[in-house]
């Protein structure tokens, strides 16, 4: 098995880096390796795309309605209702000060270089069922208790009909999807008609079309072959 030790001194990881990592890849030689090789990062990297996606969902959709977030909600709490979000440490830190300060989302600090924490990574896995070969971190354990994590198995008590819709709209539409073939990419036009077909108002469905369409995904009329 590939030493992957020196990893331990990053406290931080790109989402290429995690799913190298995850599948037992040296992300430094990825480029190098062949598609074969290439083939388990991938898979796990879109995968990864798709929990970071819903977290931005899930603190975006109360956005729709220009909600300011409550100063006595907690971090778990804003992703509780989605299934298995990833949130990066950028978004963590925004939605932190955004509870601290009852303040509303400053959606600006969403780009296109996310980056995850150890334990973020290792809950998400942990959630998923999936055993990563180079071990990120375990739930910690205080007082023979689990620690509460940002990411909470999904309850669905609380959950609204249309809430529940849009994860769905998410995974069925985007978690297929690659990033480098736009030819994958859904248009928001036919997401927009499925949520019509599942309730949603056309202005409402037009909307969380576009917020639960990744960062990374392009707008615009797709390039003619």
Excluded at 35 to 47: F, H, N, T
Aim: charged letters at 25%; hydrophobic letters at 40%.
């Amino acid at each position: 098995m590939m030493d992957l030790s020196h990893w331990d001194l990053v406290d931080e990881f790109s989402m290429r880096e995690a799913a190298c990592l995850a599948g037992g890849i040296e992300p430094l030689v990825y480029a190098e390796l062949p598609v074969e090789r290439r083939a388990k990062a991938d898979l796990i990297y879109r995968q990864i795309s798709v929990g970071y996606a819903t977290a931005e969902s899930a603190v975006s959709f109360s956005l729709i309605f220009g909600n300011r977030f409550d100063s006595g909600e907690t971090l778990g709490s804003v992703f509780s209702g989605f299934s298995f979000p990833l949130p990066s440490t950028q978004l963590v830190r925004e939605v932190e000060g955004c509870l601290r300060m009852g303040r509303a989302f400053n959606s600006t600090i969403l780009d296109d270089a996310p980056s995850f924490s150890r334990q973020s990574l290792g809950d998400w896995f942990n959630l998923k069922g999936f055993h990563p070969i180079y071990k990120f971190a375990q739930t910690s354990m205080e007082d023979g208790r689990e620690e509460q994590s940002v990411i909470q198995s999904p309850s669905r008590e609380h959950v609204s009909d249309k809430l529940a819709k849009l994860n769905q709209a998410a995974a069925k539409f985007w978690a297929n999807a690659d990033r480098d073939d736009r030819g994958t990419h859904p248009d928001n036009a036919k997401v927009t008609a499925w949520l019509v077909d599942q309730g949603f108002s056309p202005t409402l469905a037009d909307k969380a079309a576009t917020i639960i369409r990744p960062e990374w995904a392009p707008t615009g009329r797709k390039p003619e072959d």
